[in-house]
C-alpha cells in the first residue's frame, strides 16, 4: 500500500499532473504503464491471510486460553494463565523483582504490575521492598499463592493432555519446532528494528 501510495505521489507531484493526463502525456507513457503494471502484480501477488499460519496462532491462543481458564474455574480456582505463569515462575525462584519477573514472562513492565496489581488483590502474592534498593519491589507467594499453585498442578496436567490430544509425539516436535522458527523469524525482525534506531 506504501508503494501504491508513493507512485500515486509520483504521478500527481513530480509530474504536476492528474493521472488521467500523465497516461496521455507522451514523455510519461512508460512511467504509466510500469505504474499500473506493478499494481496488476500487487493485486494478483497479495496473500491470503486467511491461508497463513497467523489467524490459526491468533484462533489457537484463544481457545487455549478460554479452555485454561474455563477448566480452572470448573475446579474451583480462579487463574488466568498469565497469573499461573506467575505463580509458576516465583514457584521456581521466589522473591524475584519486577523487571527479573517481567523478562521471563515476557510482559512489558506495565503490564506486569496491572497483572501483580490483581494477584496482590487477590492475596496471591506479597510485594516486599527490597533491602539494598528501595525503588525496587521484590515479589513472594504468599501461602496462599503456594496452595492454588500446588492445587493447580493436576489440572494443568489435565489441559496439556486434553490440547494434545491425538497429536503424536513427531507431530507435537514439529509443531514445536515450527513454532519455535517463526518466533526466532519474529526476535531477529525486532533486533534489526532496534539495531536501526
Not at 488521467?20 to 510519461?28: G, K, L, R, V, Y
Not at 519491589?137 to 494434545?164: A, H, M, R, T, Y
Request: glycine residues 4%.
Amino acid at each position: 500500500m506504501q508503494l501504491i501510495n508513493y507512485l500515486l505521489y509520483i504521478c500527481h507531484t513530480k509530474l504536476n499532473c492528474g493521472i488521467a493526463e500523465s497516461i496521455f502525456s507522451f514523455e510519461n507513457v512508460m512511467l504509466t504503464y510500469n505504474f499500473f503494471k506493478l499494481i496488476l502484480i500487487l493485486m494478483t501477488n497479495t496473500v491470503n491471510f486467511e491461508n497463513t499460519i497467523l489467524p490459526f496462532l491468533g484462533r489457537t491462543a484463544k481457545f487455549a486460553g478460554f479452555y485454561f481458564i474455563d477448566t480452572f474455574q470448573e475446579h474451583g480456582i480462579d487463574l488466568s494463565k498469565e497469573q499461573w505463569l506467575v505463580l509458576k515462575k516465583l514457584h521456581e525462584k521466589d522473591g524475584q523483582n519486577q523487571n527479573e519477573l517481567a523478562y521471563i514472562t515476557n510482559r512489558s513492565k506495565t503490564s506486569l504490575t496491572r497483572l501483580i496489581n490483581t494477584m496482590e488483590k487477590k492475596k496471591l502474592l506479597l510485594r516486599v521492598i527490597s533491602n539494598e534498593d528501595r525503588r525496587i519491589n521484590n515479589i513472594f507467594l504468599s501461602d496462599l499463592g503456594k496452595s492454588i499453585f500446588e492445587k493447580s498442578l493436576p489440572i494443568i496436567n489435565l489441559v496439556i493432555n486434553d490440547l494434545q490430544k491425538g497429536i503424536s509425539t513427531e507431530e507435537l516436535e514439529q509443531a514445536i519446532k515450527v513454532l519455535n522458527l517463526i518466533q526466532n523469524n519474529i526476535l531477529k525482525k525486532f533486533n534489526q528494528a532496534k539495531l536501526i534506531k
